[in-house]
Every structure is written in C-alpha cells, then in structure tokens.
C-alpha cells in the first residue's frame, strides 16, 4: 500500500512539473525518484526494524 501512495505521488509530481514546463527529461526524472526513495524505503522496512529491536513491537 506504501507504494501505491508513492506511486500516486510520483504521477501528481510528474504532471506538475510537465504542466510547468520543465520538460519531459526533467519530470521523468522526478517521477523515476520519487519511485526509488519509495521502493528504497519498502526495501530498507525489516532493516530498520531490526534495528529498532523488539521494543519497537510494544
């Protein structure tokens, strides 16, 4: 579901950035971003948990 709100994100970035006249480069870049730091966070999730340890369930 993270990704998914991600994903939306992404695509309103996209479309604000071309409407504003950056360019298409510019706002698949933006959207290609937006995307990893997403997926990024999704991947590092167990890390992060594990580090907070297993006070972080309570």
């Known amino acids: 579901m993270q990704l998914l709100g991600f994903l939306a994100a992404a695509m309103f970035a996209f479309m604000v950035s071309f409407a504003l006249d950056l360019g298409g480069a510019v ?4 959207f290609l971003l937006i995307l990893f730091i997403g997926a990024l966070l999704h991947a590092w999730h167990p890390l992060v948990e594990w580090v907070r340890g297993p006070s972080a369930k309570l």
Do not use: L, P, T
């Not at 706002?27 to 933006?30: D, E, R």
């Open 27 to 30: 706002s698949a870049m933006i």
